[in-house]
């Protein structure tokens, strides 16, 4: 363990000096190209120095001893309760908790800025647990970015402060923990539900308007009222394939003037190769009706569900 943790410590700090020294360079090219008589570039010049002084810093302090890199990781270990007696097995020989403790020591000596987990909290005990989440407070209270993925509720509701949806090849960013993400979600469900109905509704009316249209030309018996009547049922089926959802993701009435294209769940959205040779109704089924979680109005509430009882 202890050699796994200096391990990482040392190419956590061999990359940081590096993209470090990437910055500083690229910082000081910007300031090759500053004019100094301008007021404006020379307050620019201020704040890259400053900028530049502060990854100089951060390099410096990475600079550690092997004495002291070897105390904070015995540190680090002792704070997630590997025993000192595990220090110089070979971690193929110990169990996946302690591997996990390990790993997590190491994002403890390397104070990364961007700390990404995936089920941390797998193979933890209590003690790991309760651990990892200081771990995560310390690295928030840094100023860190902490990306957690995990299927501990009560660890994403005590830390997290936003939540990133991930289905359908999309991310969706909701602010709040996981329970308000849920009251999100369930109100963007009720949502969709609404509109899909609402343009289910809207649909068979444009069909069965189709329907009546096709039967009245065909009962027509004078050539002008039968073109008469064709202009209208080609403007029905035009109607049919434009129409879609009515509501943009600000929760505005779509128009042509502020949205443009091609609705969504609209038939005219499909490839032509699909839509040729099937008929409107064949094709109503087939369009795939994709309504994101718009908002019915500009600003809405949705209260937690109490936890207290009388």
Not at 111 to 123: F, G, N, S, Y
Not at 157 to 163: C, E, L, Q, R
Not at 179 to 184: A, I, N, P
Not at 249 to 267: C, F, L, P, S, V
């Amino acid at each position: 363990p202890i050699d796994v943790v200096l391990k990482n410590h040392r190419d956590m700090k061999s990359q940081s000096a590096e993209a470090n020294a990437m910055r500083i360079k690229d910082l000081e090219d910007e300031i090759d190209g500053l004019d100094m008589e301008s007021e404006e570039d020379q307050a620019r010049m201020e704040v890259l120095c400053e900028e530049i002084s502060r990854l100089e810093e951060d390099s410096d302090d990475d600079e550690d001893d092997a004495d002291g890199a070897e105390a904070k990781a015995r540190e680090a270990l002792h704070f997630f309760g590997v025993p000192d007696s595990m220090y110089d097995v070979s971690t193929s020989k110990l169990s996946g908790g302690i591997r996990k403790k390990i790993t997590l020591a190491s994002a403890l000596v390397s104070r990364a800025r961007l700390l990404l987990l995936d089920e941390p909290t797998c193979h933890l005990d209590l003690g790991g647990i309760i651990q990892l989440r200081r771990l995560i407070a310390d690295y928030i209270l840094s100023k860190a970015t902490v990306v957690l993925v995990s299927h501990d509720i009560d660890l994403l509701n005590d830390i997290s402060t936003d939540t990133i949806h991930f289905a359908n090849h999309l991310l969706t960013y909701y602010p709040g923990n996981y329970r308000d993400f849920l009251g999100y979600r369930k109100q963007g469900i009720t949502h969709e539900l609404k509109q899909a109905n609402a343009l289910s509704k809207q649909r068979e009316a444009i069909v069965k308007s189709i329907d009546y249209l096709k039967k009245k030309s065909s009962a027509a018996n004078c050539r002008t009222a039968k073109k008469k009547i064709g202009k209208q049922l080609e403007n029905k089926k035009k109607k049919l394939e434009r129409h879609g959802v009515e509501k943009n993701e600000h929760g505005h009435r779509r128009t042509a003037q502020n949205d443009g294209g091609i609705r969504k769940g609209a038939i005219n959205g499909m490839d032509a190769s699909t839509r040729n040779g099937m008929t409107h109704k064949q094709l109503l089924k087939q369009a795939a009706v994709d309504i994101g979680p718009v908002p019915d109005k500009a600003v809405q509430f949705d209260f937690r569900d109490p936890t207290s009882t009388w």
